[in-house]
């Protein structure tokens, strides 16, 4: 999600970039496009005006800064006012010094509290908590059960009893208390906030429970409403924050703008993917560095952190830059990809990814067609492709289940992205190490265009639509500076992967 | 084979990212989370989790947000049968609304300031950027044409147009005219209301007096079979269910043929919730309505099913079941809460699917025909 979003916003601020001056009426036009994208992105309509409100008033305004040209000062400013309207800040999740803390979950029927009781369990479990999930959900009977399939799934113990919503979450605490459990969660009912009888059992519990959290789960798909949903919630239970779910649909996400704006509560978790590993805190700003197209490397190289054998990737680089990488760590490289879940996700935060690549289909089963050729082939010709010929392209299609022209065209793409990370490495290993210190130094501080920070767009004139760390520390072995990664285009108006 | 270059590409790119120590300082998290963090992950990662998950879990989701909005009560099912009307069901949520167009309606002249307020109006109701715009546009000439000069006339002149727009659909429920059983299938996004829908429906039909077999296409979680189950036992019809994580298209069809050797006339088939941008799932989706004309039932309905909260990714919805499966008409559900559903109107615009029912409510005569001139009403109420 949110690409579209970013599309929009790319190609109009883009027309800014490059202005020495702005005039006002630059600035209205930005607007009204700017305006267009966040109504049909959902974001509630007085969030919008309020939003362009801010925005012409400090783009029109003193605001000069020498560094920047008035094309980039107003992508600065864009970026720092959805920064703010996005939530500022992670929350930052602090545990009730008499255990236990307790969460409570409430939201509308079929925003996913159940699923998500059960990811944010797992996430505490990750803390190095001990959570217990409760089933306060007593309306339909299959939630309990539910929820108690989902805590054999993440070994979390779940509590409920056949009483009543409020005395279960009563008796919860006391058996947290009992059992050692140092986070309660507590799943609700769904419920219309207009519904006033439920909308007191529910304040009913959150006075039975004294939640240290209480978080609203909302459905990203959700249109103008999300804002009246939140506001009566907001009302009857003071929350704390929001979880945002179904992110992995292709909605805007505008609800997520809108309620931090109107409640004052920030987006606190998303929920991105049906497994229960797809669920983490929410990063405003990152997530505001991504609807302006410049990617989302910090949690890429989160995720990958999490799912790279770190040693095993450390030495593929290092063959890779040395020319040895073979098709054989290419498989190994690989695996570790699919980890990572869709790669259509994996693409959406890089940045500097041409939108025709982004919006391209990609079948993760081409993944599996590609693993299925590397492994007909045999070990030899693993190490060498030159090995092979003809014959050995049709057996190798043959035993794939592909075609011969996509066996070679594999090996074809193969050898050139290595020749280019060859050239790329240079001198060879000696640099690496050096380099290597330099990258995670360069991380807190390069000047590259760090993609993430708020307020730190594109200095220098440089297009924020590149590997900026690379171009810092790598890059300049080589005359001409940036390091254009193969695949990786500098920017929107290369197109090597003939999209276009 | 553009793919294979990205896939290459991605691959290499992240694997040196990741090899070259590309490894951002801890503590940029430190300051944020407990240290214990770090060794929990190195820990998680001997003991992998990840194992768990998807089907289960995804079937959790949904079973969650399916079941979540059917208090399946015996009470609200029994309760008979005078249909309510939009309005009356409407009431409640509305009367908590200050009516923005009452401010429209109390203008005496037609100045900028009335024009932003309607639109504020219509977007507020999810009518959509486009739509609104579309339909000021024609007002704006109706305002010259018919030289309409109060807020009360521009409103009556707008509400006519929307109810014109929505109006000349066929939005009858068809029964096969062949000698076997019709099928109904409902689709749609997760947790929006599909297996309640079927549930509400089949009571519905039960009492017009047809023999009805609900079919329970949702393999992905084992609540959903129970929960359709559930309904079907309330609405006295019968009910054929699969293996859990078994081919939804095999069990929609076992329930056509059970249905056909115990002529009964109408299937209603459930699907699990699949999200419109997931290839795969939309691809089992074509199938399983492939395979449900299959045997000696016909397919006379696909519906979508959309909650009256979803956004202007409504249509974006529409688009991409109806290219899978060719939807005959919408549900709008959920319409009770605070939300207007006005997107259903880029719905009919655009790709001319009507919506053929909503719901109001939680009981099996709260899903009523879709009125065109109600609705509009209750968009502005």
């Known amino acids: ?500 | 084979m553009t793919v294979i270059l990205i896939i290459v590409a991605v691959v290499i790119v992240l694997g040196l990212i990741v090899g070259l120590g590309f490894i951002a300082p801890r503590n940029r998290r430190g300051s944020l989370e407990p240290p214990s963090k770090r060794r929990t992950l190195v820990d998680d990662r001997v003991v992998p989790p990840e194992e768990v998950e998807r089907a289960a879990l995804v079937e959790a989701e949904v079973a969650a947000d399916l079941a979540t909005h059917v208090p399946v009560d015996d009470v609200v099912v029994e309760e008979v049968a005078e249909r309510p009307r939009f309005r009356d069901r409407l009431g409640k949520a509305r009367a908590a609304l200050s009516g923005a167009m009452g401010s429209i309606a109390g203008r005496s002249k037609i100045d900028a300031e009335t024009w932003d307020e309607l639109e504020e109006a219509l977007i507020l109701a999810d009518v959509g950027v486009g739509s609104t715009q579309e339909l000021l546009d024609h007002l704006r000439a109706r305002v010259k044409v018919d030289g309409l000069s109060n807020g009360e006339e521009l409103l009556g002149a707008l509400k006519a147009e929307m109810a014109n727009r929505l109006s000349g659909f066929d939005r009858e429920l068809k029964l096969s005219s062949d000698s076997g059983p019709t099928v109904w299938l409902f689709v749609g996004v997760n947790g929006v209301g599909k297996t309640t829908t079927i549930g509400k429906i089949g009571v519905r039909q039960v009492r017009e007096g047809r023999t009805v077999l609900m079919a329970a296409g949702d393999t992905f979680r084992a609540a959903a079979a129970e929960q359709l189950g559930m309904w079907a036992e309330r609405a006295g019809a019968e009910f054929v269910r699969g293996n859990e994580g078994g081919d939804p298209s095999a069990v929609i069809f076992d329930g056509v043929e059970a249905a056909s050797a115990r002529t009964i006339d109408l299937v209603l088939a459930d699907t699990a919730g699949r999200l419109h941008n997931n290839v795969n799932l939309m691809e089992e989706l074509s199938k399983v309505r492939r395979v449900a004309d299959k045997g000696d039932g016909t397919v006379t309905e696909v519906l979508l099913v959309i909650d009256a909260t979803t956004g202007q990714n409504g249509l974006v919805q529409a688009k991409q079941f109806t290219e899978a499966v060719e939807l005959t008409g919408v549900v709008l559900t959920k319409l009770d809460g605070s939300a207007k559903g006005g997107i259903v109107i880029a719905i009919h615009d655009q790709l001319g699917i009507p919506v053929k029912l909503v719901g109001l409510g939680e009981g099996a005569e709260d899903l009523v025909s879709f009125d065109a001139h109600e609705f509009v009403e209750a968009l502005f109420a």
């Open chain 1, 1 to 500: 999600m949110f690409e579209s979003l970013s599309d929009r916003f790319e190609s109009v601020l883009g027309k800014l970039k490059g202005k020495g001056k702005l005039s006002e009426a630059d600035v209205d036009e930005a607007l009204r496009e700017i305006r267009l994208a966040l109504l049909e992105a959902d974001v509630n309509f007085t969030v919008v005006k309020n939003f362009c409100a801010r925005i012409r008033d400090r783009a029109v305004g003193e605001e000069v800064s020498k560094a920047l040209n008035p094309g980039q000062q107003m992508v600065k400013i864009v970026n720092d006012e959805l920064t703010a309207t996005l939530g500022g800040e992670t929350i930052r999740i602090t545990y009730n010094s008499k255990p236990p803390t307790v969460v409570l979950m409430a939201g509308l029927q079929g925003s996913g509290k159940t699923t998500n009781s059960a990811k944010l369990a797992r996430w505490f479990k990750s803390q190095g908590r001990h959570p217990l999930l409760v089933g306060a959900d007593l309306q339909r009977p299959a939630a309990v059960e539910q929820l108690r399939t989902l805590g054999r799934q993440i070994e979390v113990p779940v509590f409920s009893e056949d009483t009543d919503p409020v005395q279960v979450a009563k008796s919860a605490l006391t058996e947290a208390r009992k059992t050692g459990r140092d986070v309660v969660i507590v799943d609700t009912a769904g419920r219309l906030a207009i519904d006033a009888d439920l909308m007191d059992e529910v304040r009913r519990i959150s006075e039975a429970v004294d939640p240290d959290y209480t978080f609203l789960v909302i459905d990203a798909m959700t249109g103008q409403d999300a804002v009246n949903t939140a506001e009566a919630f907001h009302a009857t239970l003071e929350l704390d924050g929001v979880i945002l779910t179904k992110l992995d649909g292709d909605a805007r996400g505008g609800a997520a703008l809108s309620v931090k704006e109107v409640v004052g509560r920030p987006i606190a978790f998303t929920s991105t993917g049906e497994k229960l590993r797809d669920f983490d805190l929410f990063h405003p700003d990152r997530l505001a560095g991504r609807i302006l197209g410049m990617g989302d490397m910090l949690t890429l190289i989160e995720k990958a952190e999490e799912v790279y054998e770190k040693d095993q990737a450390e030495a593929a680089a290092t063959r890779l830059l040395e020319g040895e990488f073979t098709l054989e760590d290419f498989l190994d490289q690989m695996q570790q990809l699919k980890k990572m879940g869709p790669l259509s996700g994996v693409l959406g935060m890089m940045p500097g990814i041409p939108k025709e690549v982004k919006n391209a289909q990609i079948d993760d089963r081409e993944i599996a067609r590609v693993e299925a050729i590397i492994r007909s082939m045999t070990p030899a010709e693993r190490v060498d492709p030159d090995l092979i010929d003809q014959s050995r392209r049709v057996r190798i299609a043959t035993g794939s289940g592909t075609e011969p022209a996509r066996v070679g065209e594999l090996i074809k793409q193969f050898k050139e992205m290595s020749k280019m990370m060859k050239r790329m490495g240079g001198a060879g290993t000696k640099r690496l190490t050096k380099s290597r210190r330099k990258v995670a130094k360069g991380k807190a501080k390069g000047p590259g265009g760090r993609s993430t920070g708020a307020g730190r767009v594109a200095p220098k004139g440089k297009a924020p639509l590149r590997l900026p760390d690379f171009e810092a520390d790598l890059g300049g072995s080589k005359p001409g500076g940036g390091l254009r990664l193969p695949g990786l285009p500098g920017g929107p108006e290369s197109d090597p992967f003939g999209l276009g």
